[in-house]
């Protein structure tokens, strides 16, 4: 059973809290009965029947046709388009930006179900080509949109993550999240695919966790070539966006989990 919650902070509503374990308990489209609920918010029947049988009403959760099991509602997954179409049409005109200044791909993700999700591209006028697209879903740790995205995620999700890892690989990981942290962008270096080098930086949120990523990838030699700039320039347009999605932090800052977030522009921008 799930551990009791308990906070010390008088301005939290236990009604809401106990809702959001509710939510917390379902995974994507997964159907999940009562009994299961209750179990992995921490509740009693009684009391996750009622928390379930208001958010259905209010459309955050639905119950299947035979009324035994409950599934994660449209309002949520209308909740969660919108966020993307925002966060598409706040991140396109730096994107166009990009493409413009350095003529390679420019692609905006964000994490979903464990993977790197493609949610906008614009490809280079140049005849190279990637092989990712708008939908494709690559590895977090391989990719450095991924990276850049997990160096700015809570701790315990960092360490989860690196758990799931061999150790070689954790620990390779593990140095890379760091830079990534120091110098504000991630690099991948050949890691997702053969001749094609990639560099990006994360898009925050208010609390300074990482609810997406923007990065420029193309041949090895153009982009490492330019990493320095490359590197600058994602980073003053990534501070930027994530100024609109809600960041209020300046030129360094801390995430909700303590640990340091910076996103200073090196160089112009």
């Known amino acids: 059973m799930k551990a009791k919650r308990t906070t010390a902070n008088k301005y939290v509503v236990d009604a809401v809290a106990r809702a959001l374990d509710v939510l917390e308990g379902f995974k994507d489209s997964e159907e999940v009965s ?17 928390l379930l049988y208001t958010l259905s009403e209010r459309g955050y959760v ?7 099991r409950y599934k994660l509602g449209l309002k949520l997954f209308e909740h969660a388009t919108k966020f ?11 994107m166009r930006q990009l493409q413009v200044r350095f003529n390679e791909t420019i692609n905006l993700a964000v994490l979903h179900n ?29 990719t450095a949109l991924g990276k850049a995205m997990l160096a700015h995620s809570p701790g315990h999700e960092i360490a989860t993550f690196l758990e799931q890892l061999t150790p070689p690989h954790s620990r390779k990981l593990k140095k890379e999240l760091e830079t990534a ?24 949120d208010l609390t ?3 609810i997406a990523a923007m990065s420029l990838s193309g041949p090895v030699g153009r982009v490492l070539k330019q990493e320095k700039e490359i590197g600058a320039t994602l980073i003053g347009f990534c501070r930027e966006i994530s100024r609109y999605m809600g960041f209020v932090g300046g030129p360094a800052g801390q995430t909700h989990d303590g640990s340091q977030v910076s996103l200073r522009a090196q160089g112009s921008a």
């Open 34 to 50: 009562l009994r299961d609920i209750s179990k992995r918010a921490g509740l009693n029947k009684s009391r996750a029947f009622r």
């Open 62 to 68: 639905e119950r299947t046709l035979d009324g035994q």
């Open 84 to 94: 993307r179409r925002d966060l598409k049409r706040i991140a396109q005109p730096f």
């Open 114 to 142: 464990g993977e790197v999700l493609y949610v906008e591209l614009l490809e280079s006028s140049r005849p190279f080509r990637m092989s990712a697209m708008i939908g494709s879903r690559m590895p977090i740790h391989s």
């Open 181 to 204: 942290r120091q110098c504000g962008y991630a690099l991948d270096h050949e890691e997702n695919e053969p001749g094609v080098a990639c560099i990006g930086a994360p898009i925050l």
């Open 208 to 210: 300074g966790s990482a």
